[in-house]
Structures are given as structure tokens and as C-alpha cells.
């Protein structure tokens, strides 16, 4: 028996979580045996990486290299503590970014070597992958502004990423599109700046006769 793997990818306040959250309902009522996950955590390792990348300890910030080891050593402790054996046993994992957004973010973002970052993860997930990869499209503005109402709303500090700068995001978004015009047979893309439900419906009628 063998599960299915489905990613969500997007830059900062597409909402992820929230249609994670929805699709997860969804299967579940189908009688699916569902797990939600999320990079980098996941795993009691992978969320003190989280917290380290998000939020490194003292002045200065993480370098782009450190920042894409950190991100694929939280990934390969999950592939094999949670992924691969969830998979096994036939369950759904629905997972809030994977290896495409180490493309996006240190690939793209950062300026890294997309050879580089593809080295590294090869070496986390092995021939791990997903079956559908869903990209929640959205405008860079409409980015900056949830994240800054998303902000405001819990009090949470910025992090890491989100003080890279409108530039740098750019460039992650310009990634998720060249990514999903590469493998268009995996990716799915969606037009997130719509409401919460509209998107909701968007994704299961993408998706559904896939499973």
C-alpha cells in the first residue's frame, strides 16, 4: 500500500495553512487516514531548526549557505522519520513546503547555484517526491499586505525572511513560476488572491480525480 504526497508552495501569506487545513477535511470525510505537516519542523529536530532559520540567535544573520543546510537537514529528518512512513502504510501527507521552496527562496531568493541547492536536496529526500504540488499564486502586494495585517493581528516579530527585502521576494516568486512552468505535469497552479472557499473549491476540483 502506498499513501500520496501533496505539497503547497507560495511566497509569504497565500495561505497555506488554511487550504492544507480544508483539503485535509475533505479527504478525511473520504474516509482517508490524513497527516499535515510543515518545513522547516515537523519533527521535534525540524522545529528547533525552524526556530533557529526564522529566528537566529545573536547580531548576525544566517548566511544563504548555512540558511540551505539548515532548511534540508530539518527536511531529510522529516522524509524519514514522518514522510516515507506515512506513505507506506497508505496515508495522505499533505505537507506546507518542500524541497521547491529551497529552489525558490535559497535558489532563486538568495542567489545561490540551483545545482548547489539541488545537491543538497537529493541528499535530504532521496528519490522522495510528491505526486501534485500546489502553488497558491499570489501579486507580490498582495503578499507584504497580508503578512503585514497577519502581523499586526498576533504581534509576531519578523523573521529572517521577512526582512530580506520586496526584492528578494520578487525573485522567489519569479522561481516558483519558472519551477512550475518546468514540471508542469507535477505542479498545479492556483489563483490564490480569491477568496478563502473559492480557492478551497479551486484546489479540489484541480486535484480530486487524482485520487
Known amino acids: 500500500m502506498s499513501g500520496s504526497f501533496i505539497t503547497f508552495e507560495g511566497i509569504e501569506g497565500c495561505g497555506k ?3 492544507i487545513e480544508h483539503l485535509a477535511k475533505r479527504f478525511s470525510k473520504l474516509g482517508k487516514d490524513v497527516i499535515q505537516l510543515r518545513e522547516p519542523g515537523g519533527t521535534p529536530i525540524g522545529e528547533a531548526i525552524r526556530e533557529t ?7 548576525s544573520p544566517i548566511s544563504p549557505d548555512t ?5 534540508n537537514a530539518s527536511r531529510a529528518q522529516l ?3 514522518v514522510i516515507q ?4 502504510t497508505g496515508k495522505f501527507v499533505l505537507c506546507d513546503r518542500f524541497y521547491d521552496s529551497s529552489l525558490a527562496y535559497q535558489g532563486y531568493g538568495r542567489g545561490l547555484d540551483l545545482v548547489k541547492v539541488q545537491n543538497a536536496i537529493n541528499l535530504a529526500v532521496g528519490k522522495t517526491k510528491p505526486n501534485i504540488t500546489l502553488l497558491l499564486d499570489i501579486p507580490l502586494e498582495i503578499s507584504m499586505e497580508r503578512v503585514s495585517q497577519r502581523q499586526l493581528k498576533t504581534g509576531e516579530s519578523k523573521d529572517q525572511f521577512d526582512q530580506s527585502g520586496d526584492s528578494f521576494f520578487q525573485r522567489v516568486l519569479d522561481g516558483f513560476h519558472a519551477l512550475a512552468e518546468a514540471e508542469p505535469q507535477r505542479f498545479r497552479v492556483i489563483n490564490a488572491n480569491q477568496s478563502k472557499d473559492t480557492v478551497s473549491n479551486e484546489i479540489w476540483n484541480t486535484i480530486k480525480d487524482h485520487f
Open 85 to 88: 512512513p506515512a506513505l507506506k
Open 67 to 71: 540558511e540551505l543546510l539548515l532548511m
Open 79 to 81: 522524509v524519514k522519520e
Open 53 to 59: 532559520v526564522k529566528h537566529p540567535p545573536g547580531d
Open 17 to 19: 495553512s488554511t487550504q
